[in-house]
Every structure is written in structure tokens, then in C-alpha cells.
């Protein structure tokens, strides 16, 4: 394949989250509205380019009151920080359609390299003959490297939400035509 643009598919496509929350159990959470400007031959992806955008008020925990708390000034700020941004500098090959895909990740306005492991899940074509691609991809950052330090010491001992922030998407995009 030679390069191409794609367009992600929302309808069929997730980005999740999940952070430790009181020491004991994990709470996960996914935002709604991203969007992507990709342009790759999706079985090289070495010379690709990706720019990935998320409106952080989109934000669901499946709780509004937390949800409501994660878009004010303790987390995410979504006044002065609306989205959190990635651009891809560096994509390493590492296994057969397996990727590290490093690039410049911005929240709460500080702006710093991650690195995220990306598979190439495979191509079809759909029932109207558009061509489909998709990749999952894996990560994890600490909040706290972005200026999100909010939390609460528990009588217990601990803390009430942890540092650690591991990130799951799903992506299915189309060629455009």
C-alpha cells in the first residue's frame, strides 16, 4: 500500500482510560469526542503521520459528579485546557505489525514525549467496497508529570486516586477517497 489519508470512525472506535482509585480497584472512564488526522500506509506505519486530538470535557466516568470534577481546575481545567493532544515524532517497528509510536503529548498545557505501543489489527473492505483499517494502541502516563496532582490522603493510609493513568484505544478509520 502506498500512503494515504484515513479518517477515524468514531461510531466504531473507542479511547479509554483506567486509574487506581483508594489503593484497592480501578476505575475506568472513556471519552466520547477525538478526532485524528492520519496519513499512512497502514502496513508500514515507520513513515507515518498522526496527530490525535480529545475534547477532554467529553469525559465519562459513568458518574457525573466525578465526571463534573474531572473537568474542573483540580484535573483537567477544560476552561483553559480543552483537549489533550498527540503528535507522532518517532515510530519504531517491533514486531510483525507492532509498533512504538513516540510523539509529543499535551495536557494541562505541559507538552511531553510518550511512548505508545500500536498494533496493526488488519485492512477489509466493507459491504459498499470502502477499505477499513485497524489499530489498537496501549500506553500509560503519570498524571502527575502534567501538573495533575490533585488527591486526598486517606485515613488509611494511601491516597484517594493514583498517578498512574493507562490508556486503551480502538481505532477503525477509513481511506478517504
Known amino acids: 500500500m502506498t500512503k494515504t489519508k484515513w479518517t477515524v470512525d468514531t461510531a466504531h472506535s473507542s479511547v479509554d482510560f483506567s486509574i487506581r482509585h483508594m489503593m484497592v480497584s480501578n476505575v475506568k472512564g472513556t471519552f466520547h469526542d477525538f478526532s485524528a488526522d492520519i496519513e499512512a500506509d497502514p502496513t508500514d506505519l515507520t513513515t507515518a503521520n ?3 486530538a480529545i475534547d477532554l470535557a467529553s469525559v465519562d ?25 498527540f503528535t507522532a515524532t518517532n515510530i519504531v517497528k517491533t514486531d510483525e505489525n507492532e509498533y512504538d509510536v513516540t510523539g509529543d503529548f499535551t495536557l494541562h498545557g505541559v507538552t511531553r514525549p510518550e511512548t505508545f505501543a500500536v498494533i496493526f489489527e488488519g485492512a477489509a473492505k466493507d459491504p459498499w467496497g470502502n477499505e477499513k483499517v485497524g489499530f489498537s494502541v496501549i500506553g500509560k502516563l503519570n498524571r502527575s508529570d502534567y501538573g495533575l ?26 481511506k478517504e477517497a
Open 50 to 52: 498522526i496527530y490525535f
Open 61 to 85: 466516568t459513568r458518574n457525573n459528579d466525578r465526571d463534573a470534577h474531572l473537568r474542573n481546575a483540580d484535573f483537567f481545567d477544560v476552561e483553559n485546557h480543552p483537549q489533550m493532544t
Open 149 to 174: 496532582t490533585y488527591n486526598a490522603v486517606l485515613e488509611t493510609g494511601g491516597i484517594m486516586v493514583g498517578d498512574q493513568v493507562k490508556i486503551s484505544l480502538d481505532i477503525q478509520a477509513s
